[in-house]
């Protein structure tokens, strides 16, 4: 079992930064994909970033966050976070933090993912 909990979330200005963190507690992560999901209100829960048990040097996107949100991910401590740069309003959701354990299911998916925190909200004013 892996117990993802996120921190972090708050209220920020368009234009600000934040930084959520997610420690997830349990099992080893070394077969692991971890990422970052986000829900708004009325919108299906979308992947944002993340970093693949077999791609530790490699995080993976979504266009809506590339150049302004950066992914990290420690092993050893356990954890991924995600620095928001340059917010938009539109970036306001709750964001959860997810572990799945590797198969053949597309990352960007949250079907691949088991384990998930119960999520902090970034609100953004513009």
């Known amino acids: 079992q892996v117990q993802p909990v996120e921190s972090g979330g708050g209220l920020v200005q368009a234009g600000g930064s934040l930084r959520l963190s997610c420690v997830a507690s349990?099992?080893?992560?070394?077969?692991?994909?971890m990422a970052w999901f986000r829900q708004a209100p009325g919108k299906e829960r979308e992947f944002v970033a993340g970093?693949?048990?077999?791609?530790?040097?490699?995080?993976q996107y979504a266009d809506a966050v590339k150049g302004r949100f950066t992914v990290s991910r420690d092993d050893a401590k356990k954890t991924i976070d995600l620095q928001m740069n340059n917010v938009k309003p539109e970036d306001a959701a709750v964001y959860f933090c997810?572990?799945?354990?590797?198969?053949?299911?597309?990352?960007?998916?949250?079907?691949?993912?088991?384990?998930w925190g119960q999520g902090t909200q970034v609100t953004v004013s513009s």
């Open positions: 997810a572990a799945g354990l590797k198969s053949t299911m597309s990352v960007l998916a949250t079907r691949a993912y088991s384990y």
């Open positions: 349990g099992r080893t992560l070394r077969f692991h994909n």
């Open positions: 970093i693949m048990w077999d791609s530790r040097d490699s995080a």
